[in-house]
């Protein structure tokens, strides 16, 4: 019997859905979900949609930057609100920092990781629809808005990201940065939670700062301020522009519409989890 127009239409639908959501992904997802709630007997209502349809409808807007109302539900398989709630349950459960540790701790084994060099920076995001961690920003004429403050191995691979508010200034958040940092399993002895040498820019240089890196035990390999350009510096820290690169690569990073800054958050964890998962691809 020859398939019909809407089996075509379900292909299409299902290779949309496996776009969005790969099965290394879902295998490293799928275990870290909290269980679904059980129906009821009488009056169960509607079918739950699945957890990796859900997850398909996430990734959109996460890819596309679009509203959550303009999903295409005969598409992605779900509506915005369902994708919405279930990023709000997911959050709160703790998933996406507990994915990216997972992820980091098979780079580590795969000997993708290199800890020793760390560099850290801030990049300022637009906040429209405001929220908590909002501020006015001194780079975008005090308009509200967001700092995403990112650590990085000596690769460029996402290590923690924090959220805060626009005019927040980057040497705040270089000691929660470090302490964001999950341990990180994969080899021998104990986990990873700190690098060696940390490379930052001008703007994180503190004497303050500096004498409480060198207490945690890392060597600061900071800026000095008024001085020329050219310390050489840049030869390691440029990966972390690279990073925010690869992060504003996600069209929903790039401007702030999440009133809740901790589905920001989730999905800023989220799209640093995509990007270990790349460089776990091509170490194989």
Not at 35 to 45: D, I, M, Q, S
Not at 68 to 81: F, H, K, L
Request: charge should be positive; charged fraction near 30%.
């Amino acid at each position: 019997m020859n398939p019909g127009p809407s089996d075509d239409l379900d292909r299409q639908d299902g290779q949309v859905r496996a776009a969005l959501v790969s099965d290394d992904l879902w295998e490293r997802v799928a275990p870290l979900l909290p269980p679904a709630p059980v129906r009821r007997h009488r009056h169960p209502g509607r079918l739950r949609v699945p957890d990796r349809t859900a997850l398909a409808g996430i990734l959109y807007i996460l890819w596309t930057g679009a509203s959550w109302r303009d999903i295409p539900a005969e598409t992605v398989g779900c509506s915005g609100v369902t994708a919405w709630r279930r990023l709000r349950d997911w959050t709160e459960a703790g998933v996406w920092p507990r994915l990216h540790a997972a992820l980091l701790t098979e780079l580590r084994r795969t000997d993708s990781l290199d800890l020793d060099d760390c560099a850290v920076d801030g990049s300022h995001v637009r906040a429209l629809k405001g929220g908590d961690h909002v501020g006015p920003s001194p780079v975008d004429r005090a308009r509200p808005g967001s700092k995403h403050h990112l650590i990085v191995d000596r690769r460029g691979i996402p290590l923690a990201v924090i959220i805060t508010g626009g005019n927040r200034h980057d040497v705040t958040q270089l000691l929660p940065l470090l302490d964001a940092i999950p341990p990180i399993r994969g080899m021998r002895g104990r986990p990873r939670r700190k690098p060696r040498r940390l490379y930052a820019d001008r703007g994180y240089d503190f004497d303050k700062y500096r004498r409480l890196l060198w207490k945690r035990g890392i060597k600061p390999m900071i800026a000095r301020r008024g001085v020329a350009h050219g310390s050489g510096l840049g030869k390691v820290r440029w990966v972390v522009e690279r990073a925010f690169a690869w992060l504003h690569q996600f069209k929903r990073l790039r401007t702030r519409y999440e009133r809740r800054a901790d589905l920001h958050q989730g999905l800023l964890e989220l799209a640093c989890s995509i990007i270990c998962l790349r460089r776990l691809r091509a170490a194989f």
